[in-house]
């Protein structure tokens, strides 16, 4: 019997805007899940480099990228036809490069960002952004997060990653195409805690790398990150995000791969905070992208509109500001108000509230005002 000829499935056509550390990676990322990439870059000599010698020296020194990659620096060429576009800019340029690329983008494309920061002046997220600015159906946006440092996955280092969308077909499809043997990417339908996830870990590593600075050690960073991610979790949790996610690798994942490694920005950034340099040296120091200091603002604003304490955060801010000593950095396990103190004392997994954690500060309540013993950790 004849064998039946299965035609081959056509490679998916897509761009990826923005050709620094994490567009390049991804646009890697793609072209070795089989897809057909075309990547933006600003500069034409950038796009020179990738696109002949297969390399980015300004960015990835080092790696070899696929012969099958293409970049221009021109937006039409690199929209024309794609289905679908990752968009890996620093957050404070998203508007603007959003609406250079909007009249060149495919009505249909899903919008796929890739970025870690909160809009200044309007605390948007990068989906909200989007949104925003294209003014296309919810489910044509995806975002994806996860403990993703560039460097590793460009050497191929086997990582995950979570891809969410309101709409789970779009998350699906996405990760389909973004998918090889060195990058696996889950899907949820939480876009909420998955880029809150993204935006809040770069603060804690902040924290983790002023303290690092400092020359505190090991039990100072795991108390920080501990509490860390109860302070996110309880500020993502109140902008609508599901505790899970935050357990999950766009959060505590993403937060562990950040506070520990070297090649995070937001790490050296705090690092360089805490050996003493001020926030503008910091800032020209790094040539790359540093999303938590630009974040630090924006969240504790949110934050403060929902009433979400957030004491590690304000202690970067203040940092930053040079109000507060980077020595005296420290997980906040006290506060300074008359306030019982149940909420922050608790070393709760399941932040936001439950019956549990309600009789627990009403017990904390009883005891701080009928003179008992201080509140003990659970944990
Ligand atoms: N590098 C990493 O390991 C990861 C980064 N991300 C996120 O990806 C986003 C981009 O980060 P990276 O690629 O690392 O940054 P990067 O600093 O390496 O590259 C930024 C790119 O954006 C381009 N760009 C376009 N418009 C710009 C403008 N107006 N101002 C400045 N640059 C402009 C730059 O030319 C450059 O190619 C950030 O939100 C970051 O949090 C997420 C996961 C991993
Ligand atoms: O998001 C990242 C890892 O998941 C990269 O972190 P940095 O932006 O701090 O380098």
């Known amino acids: 019997?004849?064998?039946?000829?299965?035609?081959?499935?056509?490679?998916?056509?897509?761009?990826?805007?923005?050709?620094?550390?994490?567009?390049?990676?991804?646009?890697?990322?793609?072209?070795?899940?089989?897809?057909?990439?075309?990547?933006w870059a600003r500069r034409p000599e950038l796009a020179r480099e990738i696109?002949?010698?297969?390399?980015?020296?300004?960015?990835?020194?080092?790696?070899?990228?696929?012969?099958?990659?293409?970049?221009?620096?021109?937006l039409d060429l690199a929209l024309a036809g794609a289905e679908q576009v990752y968009v890996s800019v620093p957050s404070q340029a998203l508007r603007e490069n959003l609406a250079a690329a909007q009249p060149h983008?495919?009505?249909?494309?899903?919008?796929?960002?890739?970025?870690?920061?909160v809009e200044k002046g309007t605390g948007l997220r990068m989906s909200e952004v989007v949104a925003e600015v294209l003014r296309i159906d919810p489910a044509q946006i995806a975002v994806i997060s996860g403990p993703n440092l560039a460097l590793e996955i460009a050497k191929e280092q086997p990582t995950a990653a979570v891809v969410s969308s309101t709409s789970l077909e779009t998350a699906q499809a996405v990760a389909m195409v973004a998918s090889n043997p060195y990058f696996r990417t889950f899907v949820n339908t939480d876009v909420?805690?998955?880029?809150?996830?993204?935006?809040?870990?770069?603060?804690i590593a902040v924290a983790i790398g002023i303290v690092d600075g400092v020359g505190y050690g090991e039990n100072t960073k795991a108390s920080i990150i501990t509490r860390g991610l109860v302070e996110i979790t309880d500020f993502?949790?109140?902008?609508?995000?599901?505790?899970?996610?935050?357990?999950?690798?766009?959060?505590?994942?993403?937060l562990i791969a950040t506070c520990q490694s070297p090649l995070s920005r937001n790490n050296t950034a705090g690092r360089l905070l805490g050996q003493g340099y001020s926030e503008a040296?910091?800032?020209?120091?790094?040539?790359?992208?540093?999303?938590?200091?630009?974040?630090?603002?924006?969240?504790?604003?949110?934050?403060?509109?929902?009433?979400?304490?957030?004491?590690?955060?304000?202690?970067?801010?203040?940092?930053?500001?040079?109000?507060?000593?980077?020595?005296?950095?420290?997980?906040?396990?006290?506060?300074?108000?008359?306030?019982?103190?149940?909420e922050r004392t608790i070393d709760d997994k399941t932040p936001g509230g439950g019956p549990l954690r309600r009789a627990f500060q009403r017990a904390l309540h009883q005891l701080r005002h009928g003179g008992g013993s201080a509140p003990r950790d659970r944990s």
């Open 281 to 342: 040296d910091v800032v020209k120091q790094m040539n790359q992208t540093t999303e938590g200091l630009a974040s630090v603002g924006p969240i504790l604003e949110l934050a403060r509109a929902q009433g979400v304490e957030m004491p590690i955060v304000e202690q970067v801010r203040q940092v930053l500001a040079g109000t507060l000593d980077p020595r005296d950095l420290a997980p906040h396990l006290t506060t300074d108000t008359d306030e019982p103190q149940g």
């Open 51 to 74: 696109s002949e010698a297969k390399r980015n020296s300004d960015y990835l020194a080092g790696i070899n990228l696929p012969i099958s990659l293409r970049a221009t620096s021109r």
């Open 105 to 117: 983008l495919h009505a249909d494309a899903t919008v796929v960002s890739l970025m870690k920061g």
């Open 1 to 39: 019997m004849a064998k039946t000829k299965t035609a081959p499935r056509a490679r998916t056509r897509v761009a990826v805007l923005g050709a620094g550390s994490w567009g390049t990676t991804f646009a890697k990322i793609l072209a070795d899940s089989g897809a057909d990439v075309m990547l």
């Open 192 to 203: 909420i805690g998955t880029e809150f996830g993204g935006v809040l870990k770069n603060l």
């Open 236 to 254: 993502a949790v109140a902008y609508g995000a599901a505790p899970e996610t935050m357990s999950g690798l766009a959060g505590l994942g993403d």
